[in-house]
């Protein structure tokens, strides 16, 4: 009889035995795909890692999240030439902990005074590179002010670490030399910069070879020295006005003299319970997001789940009517009453929310809001830092262009931005669609607009949630926009949310699909009406996210060279 049933009895065993090795796992797994670096002291995520290195080097000496942002700041305009700069602008969000305070510093790059649109203007197009289009920098003010007001270590030891990679060199990445061969339209017709990046045979740096600049260890070692004087009053402001002056550009060392950045009051709003607060204009990418994110909250996104067919569109509709209103009333704040009030009016977006339908509107049908009704209530590069006391910054800075202008300075040895071509140049003519805003006309001493957008954002008990930005020019907005919408929506992890398929929607033209989309959700889509077009990758994002007492930084992979460090 026992014999009969051995057989069983044996299966029965080895069954059993099998549950037990599922119910007792014995293979380690990980929560998620792609995992962040994890601190609970400091933390730096920047676009290149030797940047990184310099700011992560100053938390270590002690210094706070503003000391090693200048480090970062000054860092990435010697390793990461096509974005990092002396020579153009930004802005910044600033978070002191103790105070439970964000300030903001816009210095944004300014136009000179004698600049008028037709000088940029040929035929229906704007001038691109070269001097004319070289705006009053900003950036050298702009994180010495943040250094002056809220830093606490010698600004000569901030500066050591990027001094040090001009004059001794680094080694030429794969990703240095192939954007020195993908600049060269805008960089060879400058001598300065041709003799600087490319051989005799117009050859980008080589690969592993040791790039050295000792005109720009000189430049920075002087503004080490002197600070901000030398760079708008001194020496390095008669190098660039004499230079911009005898090329056809027209900066005066009166227009640097006169050049400040300025604090902004930061902008915010709430998006189901959390606290997102972004810059204000200029930098009309803060006003973007938070009018996109105000549209979105009508909508039950987790239910329509991640990058599904039915919230892309969503996403697509909401991002257009939102840079309808950016078309039309965004500009200097100093020059134009923006109307950010009635922009981030909840009842407004709700509005706009309901003109929202299950297939894409036609171009054409999106207009700029009628806000008298609402009174109530391409490369850039961002970093993100945040120290052990909690202090935390969100730093965007660009030069416009790749390599901005493509005009080094001979003299100093660093590239000078293009920005005075985002003013709308075409303001007053009838037959341009676009570009026609009179609050971002060009007009002396102005700030062009611009959609940098660093990011602070708070959880529902008030605590830092988020610090983060991107390059990526018009899309910047877009992207943070998802970045926020996958971790409080979706509730993906910190990295996947990071990683996730981005799209990107303007006010008019094709939805921009980077890959990783199904087929079946272009279809569906192209069904709602869409213009589907595949996209190369979309910015930069570098983020820093606190949770449960860690720090967790996460360096987005789209561009080479990205590091999160903490300690």
């Given at each position: 009889?026992?014999?009969?049933?051995?057989?069983?009895?044996?299966?029965?065993?080895?069954?059993?035995?099998?549950?037990?090795?599922?119910?007792?796992?014995?293979?380690?797994?990980?929560?998620?795909?792609?995992?962040?670096?994890?601190?609970?002291?400091?933390?730096?995520?920047?676009?290149?890692?030797?940047?990184?290195?310099?700011?992560?080097?100053?938390?270590?000496?002690?210094?706070?999240?503003?000391?090693?942002?200048?480090?970062?700041?000054?860092?990435?305009?010697?390793?990461?030439?096509?974005?990092?700069?002396?020579?153009?602008?930004?802005?910044?969000?600033?978070?002191?902990?103790?105070?439970?305070?964000?300030?903001?510093?816009?210095?944004?790059?300014?136009?000179?005074?004698?600049?008028?649109?037709?000088?940029?203007?040929?035929?229906?197009?704007?001038?691109?590179?070269?001097?004319?289009?070289?705006?009053?920098?900003?950036?050298?003010?702009?994180?010495?002010?943040?250094?002056?007001?809220?830093?606490?270590?010698?600004?000569?030891?901030?500066?050591?670490?990027?001094?040090?990679?001009?004059?001794?060199?680094?080694?030429?990445?794969?990703?240095?030399?192939?954007?020195?061969?993908?600049?060269?339209?805008?960089?060879?017709?400058?001598?300065?910069?041709?003799?600087?990046?490319?051989?005799?045979?117009?050859?980008?740096?080589?690969?592993?070879?040791?790039?050295?600049?000792?005109?720009?260890?000189?430049?920075?070692?002087?503004?080490?020295?002197?600070?901000?004087?030398?760079?708008?009053?001194?020496?390095?402001?008669?190098?660039?006005?004499?230079?911009?002056?005898?090329?056809?550009?027209?900066?005066?060392?009166?227009?640097?003299?006169?050049?400040?950045?300025?604090?902004?009051?930061?902008?915010?709003?709430?998006?189901?319970?959390?606290?997102?607060?972004?810059?204000?204009?200029?930098?009309?990418?803060?006003?973007?997001?938070?009018?996109?994110?105000?549209?979105?909250?009508?909508?039950?996104?987790?239910?329509?789940?991640?990058?599904?067919?039915?919230?892309?569109?969503?996403?697509?509709?909401?991002?257009?009517?939102?840079?309808?209103?950016?078309?039309?009333y965004h500009g200097d704040p100093d020059f134009y009453d923006v109307p950010i009030k009635q922009i981030l009016s909840k009842q407004y977006s709700k509005d706009l929310s309901d003109q929202i339908s299950g297939m894409r509107t036609p171009d054409g049908q999106i207009f700029e809001g009628d806000l008298k009704k609402y009174d109530e209530?391409?490369?850039?590069t961002h970093f993100s830092v945040i120290d052990s006391k909690g202090n935390a910054v969100s730093n965007t800075y660009t030069l416009g262009s790749s390599f901005g202008s493509g005009v080094t300075i001979k003299k100093g040895g660093f590239l000078m931005n293009n920005q005075m071509r985002n003013f709308s140049h075409f303001y007053g003519?009838?037959?341009?669609?676009?570009?026609?805003?009179?609050?971002?006309?060009?007009?002396?001493?102005?700030?062009?607009?611009?959609?940098?957008?660093?990011?602070?954002?708070?959880?529902?008990?008030?605590?830092?949630?988020?610090?983060?930005?991107?390059?990526?020019?018009?899309?910047?907005?877009?992207?943070?926009?998802?970045?926020?919408?996958?971790?409080?929506?979706?509730?993906?992890?910190?990295?996947?949310?990071?990683?996730?398929?981005?799209?990107?929607?303007?006010?008019?033209?094709?939805?921009?699909?980077?890959?990783?989309?199904?087929?079946?959700?272009?279809?569906?889509?192209?069904?709602?009406?869409?213009?589907?077009?595949?996209?190369?990758?979309?910015?930069?994002?570098?983020?820093?996210?606190?949770?449960?007492?860690?720090?967790?930084?996460?360096?987005?992979?789209?561009?080479?060279?990205?590091?999160?460090?903490?300690?």
């Amino acid at each position: 009889m026992i014999k009969s049933y051995f057989p069983y009895l044996l299966l029965l065993f080895f069954s059993f035995d099998g549950l037990a090795q599922t119910r007792t796992q014995t293979t380690l797994d990980y929560q998620n795909r792609i995992h962040p670096e994890i601190s609970n002291g400091f933390m730096v995520v920047s676009q290149n890692s030797h940047a990184t290195e310099a700011g992560y080097e100053i938390l270590k000496k002690g210094g706070n999240a503003v000391d090693a942002s200048v480090a970062v700041g000054f860092a990435l305009a010697v390793t990461l030439p096509r974005a990092g700069n002396l020579g153009g602008g930004g802005f910044v969000l600033i978070y002191d902990k103790e105070k439970d305070d964000v300030t903001s510093i816009d210095y944004r790059s300014a136009a000179p005074k004698s600049a008028t649109s037709d000088l940029f203007v040929k035929e229906d197009s704007v001038v691109r590179f070269g001097h004319l289009v070289n705006a009053v920098p900003g950036s050298v003010a702009g994180l010495l002010k943040a250094h002056q007001d809220h830093g606490t270590m010698p600004l000569g030891d901030l500066l050591m670490p990027s001094i040090r990679l001009a004059r001794d060199g680094f080694e030429v990445t794969h990703d240095l030399n192939y954007v020195l061969e993908w600049g060269k339209e805008s960089m060879i017709s400058n001598e300065a910069s041709n003799n600087k990046f490319y051989s005799a045979n117009e050859d980008p740096l080589e690969i592993k070879s040791i790039f050295k600049q000792p005109n720009l260890a000189k430049t920075l070692s002087m503004i080490s020295k002197k600070g901000v004087d030398e760079f708008y009053r001194g020496e390095i402001a008669k190098w660039i006005s004499e230079e911009s002056l005898s090329n056809g550009g027209l900066i005066t060392l009166e227009d640097m003299a006169s050049y400040e950045a300025k604090y902004r009051e930061p902008i915010e709003t709430s998006y189901r319970g959390y606290k997102i607060i972004s810059m204000a204009p200029a930098a009309s990418g803060g006003l973007v997001l938070l009018q996109t994110l105000n549209i979105l909250e009508n909508f039950n996104l987790k239910d329509s789940g991640h990058n599904s067919a039915k919230t892309i569109h969503i996403l697509s509709e909401a991002m257009q009517r939102a840079y309808a209103d950016r078309a039309e009333y965004h500009g200097d704040p100093d020059f134009y009453d923006v109307p950010i009030k009635q922009i981030l009016s909840k009842q407004y977006s709700k509005d706009l929310s309901d003109q929202i339908s299950g297939m894409r509107t036609p171009d054409g049908q999106i207009f700029e809001g009628d806000l008298k009704k609402y009174d109530e209530s391409p490369d850039t590069t961002h970093f993100s830092v945040i120290d052990s006391k909690g202090n935390a910054v969100s730093n965007t800075y660009t030069l416009g262009s790749s390599f901005g202008s493509g005009v080094t300075i001979k003299k100093g040895g660093f590239l000078m931005n293009n920005q005075m071509r985002n003013f709308s140049h075409f303001y007053g003519r009838d037959d341009m669609q676009y570009g026609t805003s009179e609050a971002n006309k060009l007009e002396p001493g102005k700030r062009m607009i611009s959609t940098q957008t660093p990011t602070l954002v708070f959880d529902p008990n008030g605590d830092l949630f988020m610090i983060l930005g991107s390059p990526g020019g018009g899309r910047i907005p877009n992207i943070i926009t998802q970045v926020i919408s996958n971790i409080i929506d979706h509730e993906m992890s910190f990295t996947e949310a990071m990683i996730a398929p981005r799209i990107n929607q303007r006010l008019e033209g094709n939805l921009q699909l980077e890959t990783g989309f199904s087929p079946d959700t272009i279809s569906l889509l192209i069904d709602r009406g869409h213009k589907v077009e595949s996209s190369n990758t979309m910015g930069s994002v570098q983020a820093i996210f606190l949770d449960k007492g860690n720090i967790f930084g996460v360096a987005d992979t789209r561009r080479p060279g990205a590091l999160a460090k903490g300690n």
